[in-house]
């Protein structure tokens, strides 16, 4: 292995994963090193858990709508914005599942899918 890939592999893991948004942190109780959650991410900006991924990614949505934007729309904005994040994350997986993931309906996110030209599993 050469030192880059190394160096990659050590800093894949740790001996505790702090979320840098809500603080929850996940390791074993022995202390041994382990990977990064798979649901996580871990990139410049910081590292998030699987629920602060899907605020940050409604949070963009609402950041991106418009300030007159009403409260039903921005509901609908962050509503999609969730869907959408599933989708792209877990594009394998059935609609019924990321719906029941999103507490969503199949509808909501076949509709993502099609936005996002995603096709739908086989």
């Keep these: ?3 880059t890939a190394t160096k990659r592999k050590r800093r894949k ?3 505790r994963w702090a979320c840098d ?3 929850v942190s ?3 109780i022995g202390g041994e ?3 990064l959650p798979e ?3 871990s990139d410049r900006d910081g590292t998030f858990c699987l629920l602060c991924r899907r605020e940050r990614a409604a949070q963009a949505a ?3 709508a418009p300030e007159d934007c009403g409260l039903e729309e921005r509901a609908k904005l962050r509503r999609s914005a969730v869907i959408e994040f599933e989708v792209r994350r877990r594009p394998g997986h059935g609609d019924g599942e990321i719906a029941r993931t999103c507490r969503s309906s199949v509808a909501a996110v076949a509709a993502a899918r099609r936005r996002l030209k995603i096709p739908k599993p086989h």
Excluded: F, P, Q
């Design 1 to 3: 292995m050469s030192a």
């Design 13 to 15: 893991l740790a001996k």
């Design 21 to 23: 948004n809500c603080g």
């Design 26 to 28: 996940v390791g074993r």
């Design 33 to 35: 090193k382990v990977e």
């Design 39 to 41: 649901s996580w991410t």
């Design 62 to 64: 609402l950041d991106a």
